[in-house]
């Protein structure tokens, strides 16, 4: 009978979760396409979400980089740092329909919940800028350390982080007084962001160092700093960049870089458990919404190489553009 | 065992303080960095064809340096720290010092860089080395410098010779182009060139089946040393190694040899600390904000001042301080770890002072290869390949 009882509220609570995730996940089209930004070739390769072949491929400005969708996935804006522009994707119809002109060198950015404003971090200017996407247009810039890249806005949607890779800097921005509150010192070369689900850690990437420094978010100082060990590798070829945190703040996976593998690490005691070969010179990471799949751009090797998260094994390798930078999922 | 607790808290605050990042805070301190040039230095003309057209422009290192302050001060600024660049220009070795000395007593400074050619920086050093100094060489490529004349105030950034000799050999050898023929100049530094070419092919297993001294001019008396089919024919070889530190015979050299061989050292592929054609690694970024800044190309001098005013801003964010004796230490401690748009992780060797860095292979507008090329292998470090390795260093500070 406890039993019985016990299993009810077990089914209970599978349902709900299950009813919750559908939810959450009513607002995508879910084509399940995959969108890769190629550095080198100026356009976004598309593929099919479940064959992996190539459906279209997209012209863009120059140098695609950062990619991020709107809030119901209709469109992708895509940083293009040579054209000094953010293009926007319409994904029904697979082609650049638009673009935000006039913003510095963009690499890399985020976009708030409400839809309104993209944070863009402008490499080559040492700036954040605050684009108005209906108005198109920048309304503000917030001056930081050299050549940002990582931009994490908050769930809070209060304060922005900006990691300055040749400065060695994070910095924390007031989004709405758009001053810098906080900078904190990071090891060499801090690249990219993963925040945990609880919002309290922000990982960041610090290529040259080789590590990853985590940032307690309440007092904005580094906490520990993880170091990988992959066998075979010296800790000059470890170049830690691109990171990602899985939904239920468990695992993370981090793109070594050089050492051409994707490290798995277990957030809770902060080691490394497992190391995944991948192709040459991997950056961008993405996780699928499921968990299920991750997606890792070889800028070296042309391609991307997906991961089954759960086996953690490589799936497949697929040819994409000229340096691949990162990897979008509409699912 | 109230001590022995003590003890192990007192452990326990230094692997902390070892383990995170302490956060620096000054009160509005400023870190002068003196740059000692030389009146007129020649190696920055610019450089001229014939009859008024420019080959390149050309300008000195404390350009890089400028840049650097402003880089570092973007570092410092948040934490109430400022860097500011002291500016001495010397006509010979004993105005040099002298103006170190003034800027010492006047300013405070005591880390400085010296852009010299070998024998003023040679003068300099020696004469500074008792003083409570930080000397950073960005421009002398001199080998004596790193080896007998060493001296433990003295850092080198720009590479020495020894270290790009074995980055060509290493490249030579990667491409299995063995067989070298050598055409020297007239100049010191074309024989040290040599010098060290020669050190580097031994070192790597490359052979010299000749060596061939070459004049300037059309002399037909000379045609011997003046002539390039006569200069390169009559012998078999991969590959041209041209010493010319001139420049204007080396120019003439690709193309015009007997066999259809490549022409490295001095002219085509060249061994650089830095290429304006590098696209790899960051180092756009870095070119473009040198050219906003100058207006022109950044040259391997740029780069060495660059990063020897980036080493001393690293050096006072880590240890938190402006105090000389604090950042000459961290300096050349195995923690240092620069970025210098390069890839690797830079820092100073313990031995010889020298910073290990990657090296380029680069042509007029290509990097066609980094060295330490991948088949070189060291036992801890494989920057260590290029250039004096411990073992075989004769430096004894």
New interface residues.
């Given amino acids: 009978m406890i039993l019985q009882a016990r299993f009810a509220t077990v089914s209970l609570v599978v349902l709900i979760a299950a009813l919750g995730f559908a939810a959450s996940n009513a607002a995508a089209k879910g084509t399940g396409r995959i969108f890769v930004s190629n550095e080198k070739g100026d356009v976004l390769t598309v593929l099919d979400g479940a064959t992996y072949e190539k459906v279209a491929s997209i012209k863009t400005g120059k140098r695609p980089r950062g990619m991020k969708f709107n809030a119901d996935q209709s469109k992708i804006y895509v940083a293009c740092g040579d054209s000094d522009r953010i293009d926007v994707i319409d994904v029904a119809k697979l082609a650049d329909v638009d673009h935000i002109s006039d913003v510095p060198d963009p690499e890399a950015f985020d976009i708030d919940t409400a839809g309104k404003h993209l944070l863009v971090s402008n490499e080559d200017a040492g700036g954040l800028s605050v684009i108005d996407i209906a108005a198109k247009k920048q309304v503000a810039t917030v001056k930081i350390g050299l050549e940002p890249e990582g931009v994490q806005l908050m769930p809070d949607q209060a304060t922005v982080y900006v990691a300055a890779e040749a400065s060695n800097l994070v910095s924390a921005v007031d989004v709405a007084s758009r001053k810098v509150t906080a900078t904190i010192l990071t090891d060499q070369r801090p690249r990219r962001f993963a925040l945990t689900p609880d919002a309290k850690q922000l990982w960041v990437s610090a290529e040259i160092a080789g590590m990853v420094d985590i940032i307690d978010v309440a007092s904005n100082k580094i906490v520990d700093r993880i170091k990988f060990e992959p066998k075979g590798f010296r800790q000059d070829e470890i170049a830690p960049v691109g990171l990602v945190i899985s939904a239920d703040g468990k695992t993370a996976f981090v793109t070594l870089g050089h050492a051409n593998h994707v490290a798995v690490i277990d957030v809770a005691s902060r080691k490394t458990r497992n190391f995944i070969l991948v192709g040459k010179r991997p950056w961008g990471i993405t996780l699928s919404r499921d968990g299920k799949r991750l997606f890792v751009a070889n800028g070296g090797s042309d391609d991307i190489t997906i991961v089954d998260a759960g086996s953690e094994k490589v799936i497949k390798s697929v040819a994409v553009g000229r340096y691949p930078y990162g990897v979008l999922i509409d699912d | 065992m109230i001590e022995r607790r003590a003890a192990a808290w007192i452990g326990a605050a230094l692997l902390l303080a070892v ?3 302490a ?2 805070a000054f009160a509005g301190t400023t870190l002068r960095i003196g740059y000692l040039g030389l009146t007129d230095d020649p190696r920055y003309d610019d450089k001229w064809a014939y009859a008024g057209l420019l080959l390149s422009p050309g300008g000195r290192p404390d350009a890089g340096a400028e840049l650097g302050i402003d ?1 570092i001060n ?2 410092g600024q ?2 109430g720290l400022e860097f500011a660049l002291e500016k001495a220009e010397a006509a010979d070795a004993a105005a040099m010092v002298a103006a170190a000395n003034s800027l010492k007593e006047l300013k405070g400074v005591q880390v400085f860089l010296i852009d010299a050619p070998d024998a003023v920086t040679a003068d300099v050093a020696k004469m500074l080395r008792d003083k409570p100094y930080v000397l950073l060489n960005v421009s002398a490529e001199s080998d004596e410098l790193r080896a007998g004349a060493c001296q433990g105030n003295l850092l080198h950034t720009i590479p020495s010779r020894a270290m790009r000799m074995d980055a060509l050999a290493e490249f030579l050898l990667a491409k299995k182009w063995r067989q070298v023929l050598v055409l020297q100049g007239p100049l010191r530094e074309d024989a040290a060139l040599t010098e060290a070419f020669q050190h580097s092919a031994a070192k790597f297993g490359a052979k010299i089946v000749e060596m061939r001294k070459f004049v300037l001019g059309n002399d037909p008396r000379a045609r011997d040393s003046d002539n390039l089919a006569l200069l390169t024919g009559g012998a078999d070889y991969d590959v041209v190694f041209v010493a010319d530190t001139d420049g204007e015979f080396g120019r003439y050299v690709p193309y015009a040899t007997q066999l259809p061989r490549p022409v490295v050292g001095t002219a085509g592929l060249a061994p650089v600390a830095w290429s304006w054609a590098f696209e790899r690694d ?1 180092a756009p ?2 070119l ?2 040198f050219q906003r800044k100058t207006g022109r190309q950044m040259q391997s001098a740029d780069w060495a001042a660059w990063i020897a005013v980036r080493a001393l801003g ?1 050096a006072a ?1 880590r240890t938190a301080s402006a105090d000389f004796g604090k950042i000459a230490a961290y300096l050349k401690s195995p923690q240092l ?3 210098g748009y390069k ?3 830079l820092s100073f060797r313990p031995w010889d002072n020298q910073l290990r860095q990657p090296l380029m292979l680069a042509d007029s507008n290509w990097v066609v290869a980094t060295a330490p090329l991948p088949q070189f292998q060291h036992a801890t ?3 260590d390949t290029l250039g004096f390795d411990k073992p075989e260093s004769k430096c004894h500070f």
């Fill in positions: 383990w995170t990042i956060a620096p880089e973007l570092n948040p934490f960051g970024q870095l473009r904000r690293e964010m770890s620069l970025d890839g690797a992780s470090n494989n920057l």
